[in-house]
């Protein structure tokens, strides 16, 4: 890789692709499925890992790798792997090391769909979750651990809990499972936190979110921080003994820092195909040219709208973790001093109701089951993605029925606000 003592903004704009005389200025699309070569044994040397060139785009492609790269390069790890989806990334860290009768610590107030993942899907597979207040004292989230204990796993920032992650916390956790700690990092993204400079050892993101910032195509990524070793304590065979798929090479002993993303090349994108599309690729490649500038702009205008609710006659409650009084707000300062990101959570007073009404009556925010979008959104849970269960089930997955989710776009601050404004004093002539 390019050098990484450049500044975070340079690394955003020109990441690890420098075009050469003549050639495209904008890193290109290889849309191709297939790449030629002239003779067996360069394409031996495929098949054996000796080679970092590429055969076939379920495994690698020249689009795709420079996104790898920069995501690397962002987040301060010496190897990534783009996947078709940020659900797809979850799944292939935890297979990458986890099967049939492993053990997972994970934060319970995780995204809703990571939830049902570990908890339901891998189930399934054989692999049990203990989900874990993460609030609790680091004693009693302890004995939690078992003997078949392989990850750790929370989020930066919990969507749509909006809980801040104390890493020093579950950092040695972790430590003391010997295992690694694996983040989701999708809503604070690097421009706002760097998991590996707080003892994380796995980041996984939807790109589908601020990564991309537009709303334009879905992808995720795994990346590794290379400082975990996984051949202390023995609880890793699958990095450390011999892939006899691969004439028996020793994933670890091979590849060193970035072994945990060869076995997961190596095995899981042969095996799953969860293949990152090229176009994709380019597409979230050009986002994050101005994640720098689209995350502090996001985080403005948040924590202005979360002020402005906070003091609005039709507001019971307002969750947003750069507001003083919120229960998080310590942890943000330490963790993400730069910026809280751009989901709030509040209460609009009226309940279930007066929350559908809110959604009707807003002009510029958009209705859309998304975070993470140049555009402000919101979404009323209760009566849209949780409406499956009943009142007393939402309540106590911590979906109120009053509960609005916002994300806060990057349009003028002030058009926001009016447009919340109007809106609820169209709810509050319906009461």
Known sequence: ???????????????????????????????????????????????????????YTRLGNPTVNKLE????????????IAASSGQAATLMAVLNICGAGDHIVAAANIYGGTHNL?????????????????????????????????????????NP????????????????AGVPLIVDNTLATPALCKPF????????????????GHASCVGGTVIESGKFDWAAGGKFPGMIEPDESYHGIKFYEKFGDIAFSMKMRG?????????????????????????????????????SLAEFLHTHEMVEWVVYPGLPHDKYYSLAQKYMPKGASGVIAFGVKGGRKAGEEFLEKLRLTSVVVHVGDVRTSVLHPASTTHRQLSDEEQVKAGIKPELIRISVG???IDDIKEDFDQALGEVKKCL
Not at 32 to 55: G, H, I, Q
Not at 71 to 78: D, N
Not at 287 to 299: A, C, D, F, K, V
């Open 1 to 55: 890789m390019k050098d990484r003592s450049k500044s975070f903004e340079t690394i955003c704009v020109h990441g690890n692709y420098e075009a050469a005389s003549g050639q495209p200025h904008v890193l290109p699309i290889a849309q191709s499925t297939t790449f030629r070569y002239y003779n067996a044994k360069d394409v031996a040397e495929l098949f054996d890992l000796e080679s970092a060139n590429f055969m």
């Open 69 to 80: 790269e920069k995501m690397a390069m962002l987040e301060g790890g010496t190897a990534a």
């Open 118 to 158: 570990l908890g339901v899907s891998l189930a399934k597979l054989g692999i049990e979750v203990d989900f874990v207040d993460q609030d609790l004292p680091e004693e009693e989230l302890a004995a939690f651990i078992k003997p078949s204990t392989k990850a750790v796993f929370g989020e930066t920032l919990g």
């Open 161 to 176: 809990a909006l809980s801040i992650l104390d890493f020093d916390k579950f950092s040695r956790l972790a430590k003391r």
């Open 197 to 212: 400079e707080h003892g994380a050892d796995i980041v996984i993101h939807s790109l589908t979110k601020y990564a991309d």
């Open 267 to 303: 095995q899981l994108l042969r095996d799953l195909g969860c293949t990152m599309a090229p176009m994709n690729a380019y597409l979230i490649h050009q986002g994050l040219q101005t994640l720098h500038l689209r995350m502090e702009r996001h985080s403005a205008n948040a924590l």
């Open 410 to 412: 990057i349009e003028n």
